[in-house]
């Protein structure tokens, strides 16, 4: 009933940029917090960065000043600007949102959803 549909990733050489898109669709009443997160080969996933349905955002370290995220709750769309990437930024990068939607039964009911993925590559 709500998914995340993730756009934007690709190839790119070290000191490049990237824009990630994340569009949430379905049932939707309102959205809370939205972020970026990614999974390296071998590791874990981690955040990237968080943002509030009041547009205030959380960074991780590693990221801090390079990367910018943005939303637009109009268009239910988040954006992750990536500056001055860099080969340890390669990973997939999952889109998330906790959603409040109307079920098909009628409910309303909150969910944490997560988007497909998109793989960064940062290479020369």
């Known amino acids: 009933q709500v998914q995340l549909v993730e756009s934007g990733g690709g190839l790119v050489q070290p000191g490049g940029s990237l824009r990630l898109s994340c569009a949430a669709s379905g049932s939707i009443l309102s959205i809370n917090d939205m972020g970026w997160y990614r999974q390296a080969p071998g590791k874990e996933r981690e955040l990237v960065a968080s943002?509030?349905?009041?547009?205030?955002?959380n960074y991780a370290d590693s990221v801090q000043g390079r990367f910018t995220l943005s939303r637009d709750n109009a268009k239910n769309t988040v954006y992750l600007q990536m500056n001055s990437l860099k080969p340890e930024d390669t990973a997939v990068y999952y889109c998330n949102a906790d959603v409040k939607y109307r079920s098909s039964d009628s409910y309303i009911r909150f969910t944490k959803v997560w988007g497909q993925g998109t793989l960064v590559t940062v290479s020369s």
């Open positions: 943002i509030t349905s009041g547009s205030r955002t």
